[in-house]
């Protein structure tokens, strides 16, 4: 069974642009969470998809958005860069959803310079 | 709101010797409990999952946790610490009603051979 895959992994963008990552969920899982981490703020929730719904969104600013497809992929988006967003960028995949046992993807590690 | 703590940013065990992490949480009712591992430059991989069958859960690579309601902890064990657990470890509490996951802010594992 495949599991969860984010691409790009890796990324390098400037201040002011935006960038695009994607996640293929597991085959059957219809949640797919998303969450920035750094080194000083940690593992932080951005917003969970379920069926093409969003779910749950954390506490991060309308620069930072998502969708998700009826395959159950799903995207998020990050419009005008700033330096702070250089981050590795996860995805999770769940049967049921973000309360019960996640699947990680490697992640996309994103440099904005 | 439910919030997870873990006891110490870094712990460093010998080789061999026992490692336990710290994690307590804040709810009153029973939630659902887990602990992920992260190693260097990969997404975060379920160790264990507790979810009221038993108290004493068995994970993989040989971890173990104990989930204690009048503690409120679920603290995670190995008997034996090798090179190879060296990581970061993540307690989470995942919340039913509220279809969301809260994460610990992690623990930094160093195994000194």
């Known amino acids: 069974k495949a599991g969860v895959t984010q691409t790009p992994r890796y990324l390098i963008k400037t201040r002011g642009q935006q960038v695009t990552l994607s996640c293929s969920p597991i085959?059957?899982?219809?949640?797919v969470s998303w969450y920035q981490q750094t080194p000083g703020q940690g593992l932080q929730f951005l917003f969970e998809?379920?069926?093409?719904?969003?779910?749950n969104k954390g506490n991060f600013p309308g620069r930072f958005s998502g969708r998700q497809f009826s395959n159950s992929r799903s995207e998020m988006n990050v419009s005008t860069l700033e330096l702070g967003d250089s981050a590795l960028y996860l995805c999770?995949?769940?049967?049921?959803?973000?309360?019960?046992?996640?699947?990680f993807g490697p992640g996309t590690r994103l440099t904005v310079l | 709101a439910q919030s997870v703590t873990q006891l110490g940013s870094h712990v460093s065990v010998s080789e061999g010797a026992l490692v336990l992490l710290r994690c307590n949480y804040s709810?009153?009712?029973?939630?659902?409990l887990f602990w992920y591992v992260q190693y260097p430059n990969q997404g975060l991989q379920l160790l264990l999952k507790?979810?009221?069958?038993?108290?004493l859960v068995k994970g993989i690579n040989g971890f173990e946790a104990e989930f204690k309601k009048s503690e409120t902890s679920f603290h995670l064990t190995k008997p034996s610490a090798h090179m190879s657990d060296a990581a970061e470890y993540f307690c989470?509490?995942?919340?039913?009603?509220?279809?969301?996951?809260?994460f610990g802010p992690g623990t930094s594992l160093s195994v000194i051979p």
């Open positions: 999770a995949s769940s049967r049921q959803g973000a309360w019960n046992e996640q699947f």
């Open positions: 085959s059957g899982h219809r949640s």
């Open positions: 998809y379920f069926s093409e719904t969003q779910r």
């Open positions: 709810s009153s009712v029973p939630p659902y």
């Open positions: 507790y979810t009221s069958a038993a108290t």
């Open positions: 989470a509490v995942g919340e039913t009603s509220y279809d969301k996951v809260i």
